[in-house]
Nanobody, 126 residues
Framework: QVQLVESGGGSVQAGGSLRLSCTAS?????????MGWFRQAPGKEREGVAH???????SYADSVKGRFTISKDNAKNTLYLQMNSLEAEDTGMYYC???????????????????WGQGTQVTVSS
């Protein structure tokens, strides 16, 4: 049985930082599949924030480039999202996802994630 459990969300002021964690069981962070972070703000569609593939290659949404960093600790089977210089627009529910498919060979384009966590809320006040 696969479980993805997110933690680390909370309320911060603009300019602050948070680190989200996603502890995985039933899937391995070192697998060749994608793992990623998504977010959904109230009234908006879910959007991909960051993805990482088995060899550690990453990709980011334009809105978070230079501010967010996705990483993983294979020994702990845990995925992270370090979020710095947070903005009010970063507010939303953040979800961890696993076993996505990378459509590109030389880069990262992750789709069709198979497993999802329950989410952790991030609220940034301006």
């Amino acid at each position: 049985q696969v479980q993805l459990v997110e933690s680390g969300g909370g309320s911060v002021q603009a300019g602050g930082s948070l680190r989200l964690s996603c502890t995985a069981s039933g899937v391995k962070t070192y697998s060749p599949y994608c793992m990623g972070w998504f977010r959904q703000a109230p009234g908006k569609e879910r959007e991909g924030v960051a993805h990482i593939v088995g060899d550690g290659t990453t990709s980011y949404a334009d809105s978070v480039k230079g501010r967010f960093t996705i990483s993983k600790d294979n020994a702990k089977n845990t995925l992270y999202l370090q979020m710095n210089s947070l903005e009010a627009e970063d507010t939303g529910m953040y979800y961890c996802a696993a076993e996505g498919v990378n459509l590109w060979v030389a880069s990262v384009n992750c789709v069709r994630y198979k497993y999802w966590g329950q989410g952790t809320q991030v609220t940034v006040s301006s």
